[in-house]
T-cell receptor
Framework: DGGITQSPKYLFRKEGQNVTLSCEQNLNHDAMYWYRQDPGQGLRLIYYSQIVNDFQKGDIAEGYSVSREKKESFPLTVTSAQKNPTAFYLC?????????????FGDGTRLSIL | AQTVTQSQPEMSVQEAETVTLSCTYDTSESDYYLFWYKQPPSRQMILVIRQEAYKQQNATENRFSVNFQKAAKSFSLKISDSQLGDAAMYFCAYRSPSSGSARQLTFGSGTQLTVLP
């Protein structure tokens, strides 16, 4: 079955450490997205990518970096510059074409500070 | 910039009854898309229903339907015959049709729905 796989499910970061969250999709979607969710809040867009080797900053990109070397993969690195990284991170993808293609989401990664 | 407001942080409904979740949005665009997503305790985001702004007819998906009032910029979700499995956080989301925005979603803050047996 097609879908979006995020790993790991839980991740812990030490002070000053960079960590990378994995997102893989086999839906043949062109566009991929990373969202951050804090308790009691909606999702906020971190980065998005419409095509391979191209990505754009979302609303809260500071302290994060991404790459899009393959269509299927869109890893997110939480750098040491992100001072409050504890949150739930969701990856999503959608078709690049089509006026009303919805976003499909992975199961998320919960990141905590040690 | 578009904003999405969900004014009900929490709602409850008796099993088999009907409940309506509210959502309003602010935009200067005339063409856009609206979505309701459900997030159960597993935290997975599940698409419930979608609506194109250019369609006057309200979308329906089985027990889920919307009341789309374009002039009022309102997009409420009605759940009929509520079931225990409907208990979840519900998010309203807006998407611009502009290609430059990569079809990103703007989410409301969510409504936590409890279904009482």
């Amino acid at each position: 079955d097609g879908g979006i796989t995020q790993s790991p499910k839980y991740l812990f970061r030490k002070e000053g450490q960079n960590v990378t969250l994995s997102c893989e999709q086999n839906l043949n979607h062109d566009a991929m997205y990373w969202y951050r969710q804090d308790p009691g809040q909606g999702l906020r867009l971190i980065y998005y990518s419409q095509i391979v080797n191209d990505f754009q900053k979302g609303d809260i990109a500071e302290g994060y970096s991404v790459s899009r070397e393959k269509k299927e993969s869109f890893p997110l690195t939480v750098t040491s510059a992100q001072k409050n990284p504890t949150a739930f991170y969701l990856c999503a993808s959608s078709m690049g074409r089509g006026r009303n293609q919805p976003q499909h989401f992975g199961d998320g990664t919960r990141l905590s500070i040690l | 910039a578009q904003t999405v407001t969900q004014s009900q942080p929490e709602m409850s409904v008796q099993e088999a009854e009907t409940v309506t979740l509210s959502c309003t949005y602010d935009t200067s665009e005339s063409d856009y898309y609206l979505f309701w997503y459900k997030q159960p305790p597993s935290r997975q985001m599940i698409l419930v229903i979608r609506q194109e702004a250019y369609k006057q007819q309200n979308a329906t998906e089985n027990r889920f339907s919307v009341n789309f009032q374009k002039a009022a910029k309102s997009f409420s979700l009605k759940i009929s015959d509520s079931q225990l499995g409907d208990a979840a956080m519900y998010f309203c989301a807006y998407r611009s049709p502009s290609s430059g925005s990569a079809r990103q979603l703007t989410f409301g803050s969510g409504t936590q729905l409890t279904v009482l047996p």
